[in-house]
Nanobody
Framework: VQLQASGGGLVQAGGSLRLSCAAS????????LGWYRQAPGKQRELVAS???????SYADSVKGRFTISRDNAKNTVFLQMNSLKPEDTAVYYC????????WGQGTQVTVSS
């Protein structure tokens, strides 16, 4: 099983990034998917999730700015991040959950003020 996250980078406050996470080795369509982030010195937190049925949920801190989506045909989950703030700076991890839980390797997002 492999989850390959990409799309991170350095962006100015107010800018946008789109993260992608491509999965292999799992039956993608039946998995619930999530994006987590971990800032230095802080615990990993759930940012957004999407169920196998397409229902989404978001952390209060990103509601209205971030959008999670999935493309089952491409085994990929996305996180569109708009109106980025310096406090969004973190390593972002994708996650797939069904009978087991799998993690991607993380991608760094840095938002400068």
């Amino acid at each position: 099983v492999q989850l390959q996250a990409s799309g991170g980078g350095l962006v100015q406050a107010g800018g946008s990034l789109r993260l992608s996470c491509a999965a292999s080795g799992i039956i993608f369509a039946v998995n619930n998917l999530g994006w987590y982030r971990q800032a230095p010195g802080k615990q990993r937190e759930l940012v957004a999730s999407i169920t196998s049925f397409g229902s989404t949920s978001y952390a209060d801190s990103v509601k209205g700015r971030f959008t999670i989506s999935r493309d089952n045909a491409k085994n990929t989950v996305f996180l569109q991040m708009n109106s980025l703030k310096p406090e969004d700076t973190a390593v972002y991890y994708c996650n797939a959950r069904n009978r087991a839980t799998y993690w991607g390797q993380g991608t760094q997002v840095t938002v400068s003020s």
